[in-house]
């Protein structure tokens, strides 16, 4: 069998960290098996869907590097739905019904207060066609459910293992609204036919939906693709994340400096069995894929951990891999300034702050005046090697009697102006003698 898989956004909003998860399994599994990969724009909800988003959402899966080989759009689709749509209407498995939103409402209410399960009656298949005409002559405009049969239906969930959703517990679903658009759900059903998609893998909050769509499939006359449930991501604190999802957009994260790879690797292991480690290529990620690893309850999601791996992918990143960016920068040939540094940047912008400090001109933060020009006066002649650092504290320690912090933060103060930073011992050489001289004088060079 052909693997395809697809991921099918709503275009009502930007792609977070919630959505990509789905994005992201369905394109490594697709990958990992040699199959192929569609991005469906489920875009049937013509007043909400904007351009702007669907632009965004390739902008946010170019950047990740999920790309996808082939492409569809719900809404240049219509006539095929809706030629499908005649066929169920003549079938009988597809009916009008009149209820309000108000009246639905009520009705649910009556059911549970009697400790019923809330599923509709389908009151609508008693009407008459006097009472549809009168309904109708009204101005009311009916929506349509789809008639479930009342059996129970099973799939062999590869996240969840064996499933079984009894249809008598699930309301006939509605396919069409009142004006005549459609839900997601049987468009949804009659493109996974029609792309030949393999594996539908999507969050868990789609179990229900996926009874209903399996007996629309066979409805059809098709073979229900395999089903693969993930579970859905919570906040640290187990909280709902739907309200924060605006924060935790995946363009948020670029703005914010998060490299793409740290947000794959953290997304592909979040919630699984694997360690949340930073992955410099999507190959390894596949070799660790696979279903079973995925966990059954939510998945904690904390941006603070986001942003460790974000700090760890970079402190493990060679220097070929980034020497187009730093040049970008007006950073040039700089594997040595790289590799000294690299090890102390959270962000990739905070090069430019150690690029400066090398190449000045900065501050130098002088505390003690005499203990800097005792410093001075024992400063090696260049060019320094990475033996230099360790000859010069020797020597200053020997003028000054100071050891430890005592000795270094001074030095690294007036060297670098920052209390913290890369090893001096890799930085001493970059900054290089004329430098060193003028700033342990407290000179702005
Ligand atoms: N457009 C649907 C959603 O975003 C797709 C669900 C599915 O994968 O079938 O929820």
Same mark, same amino acid.
């Given at each position: 069998?052909?693997?395809?898989?697809?991921?099918?956004? @709503?275009?009502?909003?930007?792609?977070?960290?919630?959505?990509?998860?789905?994005?992201?399994?369905?394109?490594?599994?697709?990958?990992?098996?040699?199959?192929?990969?569609?991005?469906?724009?489920?875009?049937?909800?013509?007043?909400?869907?904007?351009? +702007?988003?669907?632009?965004?959402?390739?902008?946010?899966?170019?950047?990740?590097?999920?790309?996808?080989?082939?492409?569809?759009?719900? @809404? &240049?689709?219509?006539?095929?739905?809706?030629?499908?749509?005649?066929?169920?209407? *003549?079938? !009988?498995?597809?009916?009008?019904?009149?209820?309000?939103?108000?009246?639905?409402?009520?009705?649910?209410?009556?059911?549970?207060?009697?400790?019923?399960?809330?599923?509709?009656?389908?009151?609508?298949?008693? #009407?008459?066609?006097?009472?549809?005409?009168?309904?109708?002559?009204? !101005?009311?405009?009916?929506?349509?459910?789809?008639?479930?049969?009342?059996? %129970?239906?099973?799939?062999?969930?590869? /996240?969840?293992?064996?499933?079984?959703?009894?249809? @008598?517990?699930?309301?006939?679903?509605?396919?069409?609204?009142?004006?005549? %658009?459609?839900?997601? &759900?049987?468009? %949804?059903?009659? $493109? $996974?036919?029609?792309?030949?998609?393999?594996?539908?893998?999507?969050?868990?909050?789609?179990?229900?939906?996926?009874? *209903?769509?399996?007996?629309?499939?066979?409805?059809?006359?098709?073979?229900?693709?395999?089903? *693969?449930?993930?579970?859905?991501?919570?906040?640290?604190?187990?909280?709902?994340?739907? =309200?924060?999802?605006?924060?935790?957009?995946?363009? %948020?994260?670029?703005? $914010?400096?998060?490299?793409? #790879?740290?947000?794959?690797?953290?997304?592909?292991?979040?919630?699984?069995?694997?360690?949340?480690?930073?992955?410099?290529?999507?190959?390894?990620?596949?070799?660790?894929?696979?279903?079973?690893?995925?966990?059954?309850?939510?998945? =904690?999601?904390?941006?603070?951990?986001?942003?460790?791996?974000?700090?760890?992918?970079?402190?493990?990143?060679?220097?070929?891999?980034?020497?187009?960016?730093?040049? +970008?920068?007006?950073?040039?040939?700089?594997?040595?300034?790289?590799?000294?540094?690299?090890?102390?940047?959270?962000?990739?912008?905070? /090069? =430019?702050?150690?690029?400066?400090?090398?190449? !000045?001109?900065? $501050?130098?933060?002088?505390?003690?005046?005499?203990?800097?020009?005792?410093?001075?006066?024992?400063?090696?002649?260049?060019?320094?090697?990475?033996?230099?650092?360790?000859?010069?504290?020797?020597? /200053?320690?020997?003028?000054?009697?100071?050891?430890? =912090?005592?000795?270094?933060?001074?030095?690294?103060?007036?060297?670098?102006?920052?209390?913290?930073?890369?090893?001096?011992?890799?930085?001493?050489?970059?900054?290089?003698?004329?430098?060193?001289?003028?700033?342990?004088?407290?000179?702005?060079?």
């Amino acid at each position: 069998m052909t693997v395809i898989t697809r991921f099918a956004p @709503s275009p009502t909003g930007k792609i977070h960290i919630g959505n990509l998860r789905p994005a992201l399994i369905n394109w490594l599994y697709a990958r990992a098996e040699g199959g192929q990969f569609m991005l469906r724009i489920d875009d049937t909800d013509l007043e909400r869907s904007k351009e +702007e988003y669907v632009d965004g959402i390739k902008a946010d899966l170019t950047w990740l590097g999920l790309t996808w080989d082939f492409e569809a759009r719900q @809404s &240049t689709r219509f006539d095929k739905y809706d030629a499908v749509v005649e066929n169920l209407k *003549a079938e !009988g498995r597809l009916y009008p019904c009149y209820e309000t939103a108000d009246e639905l409402d009520r009705k649910r209410k009556r059911q549970m207060s009697r400790g019923l399960p809330p599923v509709y009656d389908r009151a609508a298949l008693d #009407m008459t066609d006097e009472e549809r005409a009168e309904l109708e002559a009204e !101005g009311r405009k009916p929506h349509w459910r789809f008639k479930l049969e009342d059996r %129970s239906v099973v799939w062999t969930d590869l /996240v969840r293992g064996e499933q079984s959703i009894e249809a @008598s517990s699930l309301s006939d679903p509605i396919l069409i609204r009142e004006d005549g %658009s459609y839900l997601y &759900t049987l468009p %949804s059903v009659i $493109d $996974d036919i029609e792309f030949k998609v393999s594996h539908v893998i999507r969050g868990e909050d789609h179990v229900a939906n996926t009874g *209903a769509q399996i007996q629309i499939f066979e409805a059809l006359g098709a073979q229900a693709p395999v089903f *693969a449930h993930h579970n859905l991501l919570v906040g640290k604190e187990g909280e709902g994340l739907s =309200k924060r999802l605006g924060s935790l957009s995946i363009s %948020s994260f670029r703005e $914010d400096g998060i490299e793409a #790879m740290a947000v794959v690797s953290h997304a592909a292991s979040i919630g699984s069995s694997n360690p949340i480690v930073p992955h410099q290529t999507t190959e390894t990620i596949f070799k660790e894929f696979a279903f079973e690893k995925l966990s059954r309850s939510p998945a =904690k999601f904390d941006v603070a951990e986001l942003e460790l791996i974000n700090a760890k992918l970079l402190h493990e990143t060679e220097f070929s891999v980034v020497q187009t960016r730093l040049a +970008e920068l007006g950073i040039e040939g700089a594997e040595a300034f790289w590799d000294a540094v690299r090890g102390n940047i959270e962000k990739f912008e905070d /090069v =430019k702050l150690w690029w400066k400090v090398v190449n !000045g001109p900065i $501050d130098p933060v002088i505390e003690d005046a005499e203990f800097c020009a005792k410093a001075l006066s024992v400063l090696p002649e260049g060019p320094y090697d990475e033996t230099s650092w360790g000859t010069f504290t020797k020597a /200053v320690k020997e003028a000054t009697g100071a050891k430890g =912090k005592a000795l270094f933060q001074p030095l690294r103060l007036s060297l670098t102006g920052q209390p913290h930073g890369p090893e001096l011992k890799a930085l001493l050489p970059l900054i290089g003698p004329d430098r060193a001289a003028g700033r342990l004088k407290g000179e702005v060079v």
